[in-house]
């Protein structure tokens, strides 16, 4: 039987996992991709599922963290988004990164080489045309002018909008590797990684208030018409951290825990500054933390001001995007569509969620509900106990700022947590009371072991057959 296709615009994460899990479920697709007919802010390359901010998809650790769960459950699932970064993974601590370029090419190849993909590669300017009966909107955060006027004009309702910024990229060789050292905080060894992963570059207290007056002073990209549009907590500018204390920074990004010099082992560092992998061969490293809207010229000064980056040389700086999404609590129902246009389903990081991996878990999700509607199949959401559906609910079902109520909190970009999970019973170890870290690690698995379970007989794999 053949089907008429399922389009999906937008070539991100989201996009090439929804327009993946459809063609995979049996219905053609047509992948719009509008790079490199129109580029962006941020992108550099014409690859679909180029990441253009970190090369984590951060912890893998399924069994006490949210995101490790999302990995999870999305392998359950067939993620190709995640084979592609299982495939591309580099040496991250406990976390999973990846070589971005091979993991863009991957995924790239595997889109363009499916029998039921086409990637047709244009802008598509407005709302889609009406022979277009199911569709996926996942433009990402860089949603095209003339497409995010098309929402706002369909919808009635203003696009919210927050500010990103990217973490410069430093060639390995001109890091002076007798200031720094390898080191994985706490020695933590994770995916593919030694317990010897980062590199860790240390900082005196006068040092580090130094460091913390050139960024205040630093000369910054200006805001002009997006003055006033907030931050996403998740993402702050190195530069706006320090405004919000001179502490902070050494309380985040930069803190010196778990960390011991391996030149000077009995001197506590201050402050550290943080450097991960970011490319197969090692040749690149990115800035943990370091996203910035300090201007190029005074990037290279300030960073240059770190112990063990007097000479680096930046393979990329950073820099400063305005990213947009909607107000999907309001707009869209429980399968991610559009309430005012049945068939028009939106996902990825447009839908307020924040994250690669938590924007590719709501393009897969997206693509099979929107398969399993072409495919005349009942649409079946998945559990609120596993990290799918907690992501979903929060998307679909998060607060909405009203005028009438002055103490509501407003709809936000949100990461995957598991404050977003049902509550659930701990088991209670015979003779013993959990307390303290304990309790709360207890209380973590007990929730990545339902949600597992809950995943599985939702895609219909046998517990059994699943073991890990």
């Known amino acids: 039987m053949t089907h008429a296709p399922i389009h999906v615009i937008g070539g991100g994460l989201a996009g090439s996992e929804a327009a993946w899990q459809a063609a995979q479920a049996g219905v053609p697709v047509i992948l719009?991709?509008?790079?490199?007919?129109?580029?962006?802010?941020?992108?550099?390359?014409?690859?679909?599922?180029?990441?253009?901010?970190?090369?984590?998809?951060?912890?893998?650790?399924?069994?006490?963290?949210?995101?490790?769960?999302?990995?999870?459950?999305?392998?359950?699932?067939?993620?190709?988004?995640?084979?592609?970064?299982?495939?591309?993974?580099?040496?991250?601590?406990?976390?999973?990164?990846?070589?971005?370029?091979?993991?863009?090419?991957?995924?790239?190849?595997?889109?363009?080489?499916?029998?039921?993909?086409?990637?047709?590669?244009?802008?598509?300017?407005?709302?889609?045309?009406?022979?277009?009966?199911?569709?996926?909107?996942?433009?990402?955060?860089?949603?095209?002018?003339?497409?995010?006027?098309?929402?706002?004009?369909?919808?009635?309702?203003?696009?919210?909008?927050?500010?990103?910024?990217?973490?410069?990229?430093?060639?390995?060789d001109t890091i002076d590797m007798n200031v720094a050292w390898f080191q994985s905080r706490y020695d933590k060894v994770g995916p593919g990684g030694t317990g010897k992963d980062y590199i860790n570059c240390p900082m005196t207290r006068a040092q580090y208030e130094s460091f913390v007056d050139a960024l205040l002073a630093g000369e910054k990209t200006a805001f002009k018409e997006w003055e006033g549009t907030p931050y996403f907590d998740g993402c702050l500018p190195i530069e706006v951290m320090a405004e919000r204390g001179r502490e902070t920074?050494?309380?985040?990004?930069?803190?010196?825990?778990?960390?011991?010099?391996?030149?000077?082992?009995?001197?506590?560092?201050?402050?550290?500054?943080?450097?991960?992998?970011?490319?197969?061969?090692?040749?690149?490293?990115?800035?943990?933390?370091?996203q910035t809207k300090l201007k190029y010229g005074?990037?290279?000064?300030?960073?240059?001001?770190?112990?063990?980056?007097?000479?680096?040389?930046?393979?990329?700086?950073?820099g400063l995007h305005r990213n947009t999404y909607i107000n999907s609590p309001a707009l869209l129902d429980g399968t991610l569509q559009l309430k005012a246009r049945p068939g028009l389903r939106f996902a990825g990081q447009i839908t307020g969620c924040e994250g690669y991996v938590e924007s590719a878990a709501m393009g897969l999700v997206?693509?099979?509900?929107a398969a399993a509607e072409r495919l005349g199949r009942p649409i079946a959401p998945p559990p609120p106990t596993s990290a799918f559906g907690?992501?979903?609910?929060?998307?679909?079902?998060?607060?909405?700022?009203?005028?009438?109520?002055?103490?509501?909190?407003?709809?936000?970009?949100?990461?995957?947590?598991?404050?977003?999970?049902?509550?659930?019973?701990?088991p209670k170890p015979e003779g013993k009371r959990l307390r303290g870290k304990e309790k709360t690690l207890a209380k973590k698995r007990a929730m990545t072991a339902r949600a597992l379970a809950d995943c599985r007989a939702w895609l219909g794999i046998p517990a059994q057959a699943a073991a890990e």
């Open 32 to 172: 719009h991709e509008m790079r490199p007919v129109r580029g962006t802010d941020a992108h550099k390359t014409d690859g679909l599922a180029e990441l253009v901010c970190s090369n984590s998809f951060r912890s893998d650790d399924a069994q006490t963290n949210a995101v490790g769960l999302l990995h999870a459950e999305m392998r359950l699932a067939g993620s190709l988004i995640m084979r592609a970064g299982d495939a591309n993974q580099v040496p991250a601590g406990g976390a999973l990164a990846v070589d971005r370029e091979g993991f863009s090419q991957a995924v790239t190849r595997a889109i363009e080489e499916h029998p039921l993909i086409t990637v047709v590669r244009e802008e598509v300017a407005g709302l889609p045309q009406a022979e277009w009966d199911q569709v996926i909107i996942a433009t990402g955060p860089l949603t095209s002018p003339s497409l995010a006027e098309a929402i706002r004009d369909a919808t009635g309702a203003e696009a919210l909008a927050f500010f990103d910024a990217i973490a410069p990229i430093v060639h390995f």
């Open 249 to 290: 920074l050494r309380h985040g990004p930069m803190k010196p825990m778990g960390l011991t010099n391996a030149h000077k082992p009995d001197e506590k560092p201050y402050a550290v500054v943080q450097l991960r992998q970011d490319n197969a061969l090692g040749t690149l490293y990115n800035m943990v933390g370091f």
């Open 298 to 318: 005074e990037q290279v000064r300030i960073f240059r001001m770190i112990p063990g980056l007097e000479n680096a040389e930046f393979a990329r700086l950073g």
């Open 366 to 369: 997206a693509g099979r509900f």
């Open 390 to 426: 907690a992501l979903l609910n929060h998307i679909t079902g998060g607060h909405i700022l009203a005028d009438d109520e002055p103490g509501k909190r407003s709809f936000q970009p949100m990461n995957v947590n598991f404050g977003l999970f049902p509550p659930v019973e701990i």
